[in-house]
């Protein structure tokens, strides 16, 4: 399994934006898949966004077109911009590595509200 830790998340008014960033800590990075994930009240955990070690992204269909995902993976880092936030982009937001088994990070709670 691989150590990540999420930071970045925040309170936000509607329509602004935040970063979030996950850091791991692996000798082994570039291959894994590395995404995030996201979990409000009382639903289940979703993704939000995956990134491949050749930069291929996917997107849930809830942030096309405002949030992007990318990775340095000289860094071992995966990044997290969201633009244009809604309330319902409220959620812990939880960085996810592929690896057998899943690796997880601890959550960052995002807060999007006036």
Known sequence: QV?????????????GSLRLSCAASTSIFNPYVMGWY??????QREL???????GSTNYAD???GRFTISRD????MVYLQMN???PEDTAIYY?????NPESWGQGTQVTVSS
């Open 84 to 86: 244009s936030l809604k």
């Open 48 to 54: 939000v966004a995956t990134a491949t070690g050749a």
């Open 62 to 64: 809830s942030v096309k």
């Open 38 to 43: 996201r979990q409000a009240p009382g639903k």
């Open 95 to 99: 960085c996810n590595a592929r690896t």
């Open 3 to 15: 150590q990540l830790v999420e930071s970045g998340g925040g309170l936000v008014q509607p329509g």
């Open 73 to 76: 993976n000289a860094k071992k």
